[in-house]
């Protein structure tokens, strides 16, 4: 049973950072990019990060460069987004996103996870 379960979320003062974590099961974890999209309020969901396999190359959306980090650890099946320097507009749900195209097609997504930016 494929699983991707987030953490790390929850109530920050602008400025400020979040670590979030998403565990992933059920799947060959190596084999697929994996990103962290976000949906806030009102809005549709967008890309913020993704992350390659092999290799580790990122990619980022340009509102959060500079700002945001995403790193994996394939040894714990694990993808991580460092979000410092949080602003207002970061307030969202944020999903994890598994995907490869080797040797099919698949897609995976998380329940995810609130992060508020509020004083």
């Known amino acids: 049973q494929v699983q991707l379960v987030e953490s790390g979320g929850g109530l920050v003062q602008p400025g400020g950072s979040l670590r979030l974590s998403c565990a992933a099961s059920g799947f060959t974890f190596s084999n697929y990019f994996m990103s962290w999209y976000r949906q806030p309020p009102g809005k549709e969901r967008e890309l913020v990060a993704t992350i390659t396999s092999p290799g580790g190359s990122t990619n980022y959306a340009d509102s959060v460069k500079g700002r945001f980090t995403i790193s994996r650890d394939n040894a714990k099946s694990t993808v991580y987004l460092q979000m410092n320097s949080l602003k207002p507009e970061g307030t969202a749900v944020y999903h994890c996103?598994?995907?490869?195209?080797?040797?099919?097609?698949?897609?995976?997504w998380g329940q995810g996870t609130q992060v508020t930016v509020s004083s």
């Open positions: 996103h598994a995907s490869t195209t080797w040797p099919a097609r698949r897609i995976y």
